[in-house]
Antibody, heavy 130, light 108 residues
Framework: EVQLVESGGGLVKPGGSLRLSCAAS????????MNWVRQAPGKGLEWVSS????????YYADSVKGRFTISRDNAKNSLYLQMNSLRAEDTAVYYC???????????????????????WGKGTTVTVSS | EIVLTQSPGTLSLSPGERATLSCRAS???????LAWYQQKPGQAPRLLIY???SRATGIPDRFSGSGSGTDFTLTISRLEPEDFAVYYC?????????FGQGTKVEIK
């Protein structure tokens, strides 16, 4: 069964640090880009960070750039999010999500590239409060 | 940065009715980069539609997606009780991903 399981959430004081983990199983983890997406209480989804399959490409939302670091260990089938200088507004459920890339041939050498997040974990809750 | 604006914020409908949800992008988005997700309370999001119009595995055919450029639509042809949820559109960008703010479909 394809599965993502997040862990590492908890209560932390403002300015503190936390490291989230996401354990992948049931698929070839090293072949996929991965994302962290968060959801503040009562709010919508917010993309946080992405990392390519070989860690060559890493991107962050402006709201976390310079404070959060995404990484992965393909040998351990694991994704991580190191969160430093935490703020109250970082309080959220954090989801890891697999990013699928589907390539479709349209004929005459034309290809379409489809990107979407097709597998999600159940999330881990981070609360930043004094 | 591409901003996705979903409307309406809330849609109040009865089971069996048709739901039409809109997602408008601040600049043109490739259709192959546009996806829709469903989220129920206390659950993770679930992929419904990718490539603007392709249903994900196991998604009933009452869900359909359409659109191109800056205007995209998710249609639920006949609402079932389990369809009352929040729906998000999302676009893939080379250096970031973006979600719309969501549309809640509630029972009237």
């Amino acid at each position: 069964e394809v599965q993502l399981v997040e862990s590492g959430g908890g209560l932390v004081k403002p300015g503190g640090s936390l490291r989230l983990s996401c354990a992948a199983s049931g698929f070839t983890f090293s072949s996929y880009s991965m994302n962290w997406v968060r959801q503040a209480p009562g709010k919508g989804l917010e993309w946080v960070s992405s990392i390519s399959s070989s860690s060559s490409y890493i991107y962050y939302a402006d709201s976390v750039k310079g404070r959060f670091t995404i990484s992965r260990d393909n040998a351990k089938n694991s994704l991580y999010l190191q969160m430093n200088s935490l703020r109250a507004e970082d309080t959220a459920v954090y989801y890891c999500a697999r990013e699928e890339l589907q390539i479709a041939a349209a004929g005459t050498g034309v290809f379409y590239y489809y990107y979407y997040m097709d597998v999600w974990g159940k999330g881990t809750t981070v609360t930043v409060s004094s | 940065e591409i901003v996705l604006t979903q409307s309406p914020g809330t849609l109040s409908l009865s089971p069996g009715e048709r739901a039409t949800l809109s997602c408008r992008a601040s600049q043109s988005v490739s259709s192959s980069y546009l996806a829709w997700y469903q989220q129920k309370p206390g659950q993770a999001p679930r992929l419904l539609i990718y490539g603007a119009s392709s249903r994900a595995t196991g998604i009933p055919d009452r869900f359909s997606g359409s659109g191109s450029g800056t205007d995209f639509t998710l249609t639920i042809s006949r609402l079932e009780p389990e369809d009352f949820a929040v729906y998000y559109c999302q676009q893939y960008g080379s250096s970031r991903r973006t979600f719309g703010q969501g549309t809640k479909v509630e029972i009237k």
